[in-house]
């Protein structure tokens, strides 16, 4: 099975950190493809000029957020595969949100269209929130409350740093 059906599978919850290979080679090149498709999904939101400060924030957020938690619950070992994951899941909700954020940012576009997309963005959201805490449920060996909760904190941690760093892209 390739990283990418490995991924997908992660996606519906079929798969777990753990299934995804431990390689230094996957995660940076995981990492890169995470900014560079942040970059280009967000050029369609937020000024040019932050799109790759705010898609490196969120990549140290998660990276430190993720070896806290793991090194707190003395799981540093599984940070690779973890990270991998993650950082995967990631990457394929950039890409999904890419088409519904270009609809929300084209003041051309219908209303109802917008509601629509409005209410897909929150879908996506929760869906990666869900995605995020069973990859959290697994690496912790936790139950899934306490997995929820981690991949909340981490959502909200990442969202209000992202406002108070780069406040005119959070109110546009």
């Known amino acids: 099975m390739s990283v990418f059906q490995k991924l997908l599978a992660l ?15 996957l995660l940076v090149q995981l990492m890169v493809f995470y900014v560079l498709s942040g970059v280009v999904v967000l050029q369609t939101t937020i000024s040019n000029d932050d799109t790759v400060a705010y898609m490196v924030l969120g990549l140290l957020v998660q990276i430190v957020f993720t070896y806290i938690v793991l090194g707190a619950l003395d799981k540093s070992v599984r940070f690779m595969q973890t ?4 950082i995967g899941a990631n990457l394929i909700f950039n ?6 954020l270009a609809v929300l940012s084209d003041e051309t576009s219908q209303d109802v269209l917008k509601s629509f997309m409005s209410l897909l963005i929150l879908l996506l959201v929760s869906w990666e929130i869900l995605v995020k805490a069973h990859i959290f449920k697994h690496a912790l060996e936790i139950k899934i409350f306490g997995a929820l909760a981690l991949s909340f904190s981490l959502f909200f941690i990442s969202f209000t740093l992202s406002q108070l760093l780069f406040p005119a892209e959070a109110a546009g």
């Open 11 to 25: 996606m519906v919850l079929k798969s777990t950190p753990q299934d995804m290979p431990y390689s230094v080679t």
């Open 83 to 86: 990270f991998c994951a993650l």
């Open 95 to 100: 890409l999904m949100s890419w088409p519904v």
